[in-house]
């Protein structure tokens, strides 16, 4: 059942091709995880987040300078190729300025239906005093600009059934993570990872199904020969390389949490429902844990990422970062303090779309001797590693 997680991940443009054809219904591409996936639910859309694929890209560099993050030239270099042409339309959020250049780059060249293209706005400070009312009138425009593409209202009965596709997923998750707790988790880092991207690529009451099976039959008893090693945390900008971790993990050490969007901070909180479900739907992307460029004037995220450190007994946290991803640079000095704080060493990595293997082996292999040698030696400045120095 987690090999079928992989199988999709490997294969997520043929699922969603797959699934349009078996229910006739549109697909919905979006940037980030602030698009509110309970509305598009709602209006029996699958909603698949864009990214890239990893690859040499010889595209991106003539729509957007070198000096945008490898995230978002990979992932416009994926819509270049004509791999998203399946789709019926695309979101964005207003995340990060880079990735809203990308989406206009995507809506003019890779194929999008011009009636397809929504943004719901997200409010550049998420705990600020208007906040809630301009991001419940965001979520109400988006709602009513996708009602008008779908051709049909969508009633309260229709948004408590996005909700509660969202919800249970989420739980699923959860549910999964809390083993991770254990002194031998049953899944690895990589698959967390997996889980989790999936859940963002297939039909969550599809992605839901399978990870019940996971719980109730794969995961009691699994990786009882395993060894854990060094239990790490993996914190930062957008990083889907499923072959780093499982790069690290070769090497003596498990990731058993994280803090990105592709982990737990896209399913972490629940929508909390409420009589009017626009107004819940929106006060849960407020009261998540922010994103970078949203986290203004306390950074709440902080307190997030030292919690779940205690909780899963993190020995190292590596703080991975995509080059010139200024919203993860700019936390990356306070972050690291704050764990140095709580003897928690780190590890800076800043990721291409493309990594080397070799020097990446030796940073990990060079952290991990880090952490089991001397006590004396363990939290000293030189801890944190620059890759690239
Ligand atoms: S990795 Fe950083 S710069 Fe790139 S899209 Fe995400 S937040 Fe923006």
Known sequence: MLAKLEEIYKNRHQYAKDWKARTGGKVLGYFYPYVPEEIVYAAGVLPVRIMGSHEHDNLSAAYIYPMYCPFCRDTLAEGLRGRYSYLDGLACADTCMHMNQVFDWFV?????????????????????????????????????????????????????????????????????????????????????????????????????????????????????DRKTGVRLMIVGSEDDDTAFLKMAESLGVTFVIDDTCVGSRYFWHEVVPGKDRVAAIANHYLDSTPFPTKDWSERRRFAQVLKLAEEYNVQGVVLAQQKWCDPYELDIPS???????????????????????????????????????????????????????
């Open 335 to 389: 972050l690291a303090a704050r764990l140095k704080e709580r003897n928690i060493p780190t590890l800076f990595l800043e990721f291409e779309p493309t990594l080397p293997r070799a020097p990446f082996t030796t940073r990990i292999e060079a952290f991990v001797e880090m952490l089991c040698g001397d006590e004396e030696g363990l939290f000293a400045e030189s801890s944190t590693v620059k890759s690239g120095s």
């Open 108 to 224: 003019l060249n890779c194929g999008i239906p011009r009636r397809g293209t929504f943004i719901a706005n997200t409010p550049a400070n998420v705990a600020g005093t208007h906040a809630r009312t301009y991001l419940i009138k965001e979520h109400l425009e988006f709602k009513k600009a996708i009602e008008g593409w779908v051709g049909r209202v969508l009633s309260d009965k229709d948004l408590d059934r996005g909700i509660e596709i969202m919800n249970r997923n989420r739980q699923l998750m959860r549910q999964v993570y809390e083993t991770r707790k254990r002194e031998k988790p049953p899944i690895t880092g990589a698959e967390a990872q997996l889980m989790v991207l999936t859940s963002q690529f297939s039909d969550k009451e599809e992605h839901s199904a399978l990870l019940e099976d996971i719980l109730n039959k794969e995961l009691p008893g699994r990786n009882r």
